[in-house]
C-alpha cells in the first residue's frame, strides 16, 4: 500500500507563487513516476506535471514555462512549484504515484487564485 498526504495549498492573487508538497509513505521507490493532476469545479481531473525515476519530466501545455515539478528521493517527496499563477489554475491539485500498474492518489489540496 502506498499513501500519498498532499500540503501548501491556498488562497493567493495572480501573478503569485505557490509550492505544494506530497509525501508518500509504504511501498514506493524512487524509480516510481510521481506528478500532479487537478480537477476545477465542473471539469475533469487533468494532468499538471509528472516526473519519472530517471527525473524526466512532462507537463501540460498550459503550465509550461510556469510550473516546475521536481522530487526529493530521500525524503519521498515531490514538489510543484507554481509561479505566474492565473484564476483558471483555480483547482483542487492531486498529487499521484504509479507503483506496481497502480496509481495512488493523494486526497487533494485546493489552490484559488484571484483577485
Known amino acids: 500500500q502506498v499513501r500519498l498526504v498532499e500540503s501548501g495549498g491556498g488562497f493567493l492573487q495572480p501573478g503569485g507563487s505557490l509550492r505544494l508538497s506530497c509525501v508518500a509513505s509504504g511501498r514506493i521507490f524512487s524509480t516510481n513516476t510521481v506528478g500532479w493532476f487537478r480537477q476545477a469545479p465542473g471539469k475533469e481531473r487533468e494532468l499538471v506535471a509528472t516526473i519519472t525515476g530517471g527525473g524526466n519530466t512532462n507537463y501540460a501545455d498550459f503550465v509550461k514555462d510556469r510550473f516546475t515539478i521536481s522530487r526529493d528521493t530521500a525524503k519521498n517527496t515531490w514538489y510543484p512549484q507554481m509561479n505566474s499563477l492565473k484564476p483558471e489554475d483555480t483547482a483542487v491539485y492531486y498529487c499521484?504515484?504509479?507503483?506496481?500498474?497502480?496509481?495512488?492518489w493523494g486526497q487533494g489540496t485546493q489552490v484559488t487564485v484571484s483577485s
Open positions: 499521484y504515484a504509479y507503483v506496481t500498474a497502480t496509481r495512488y
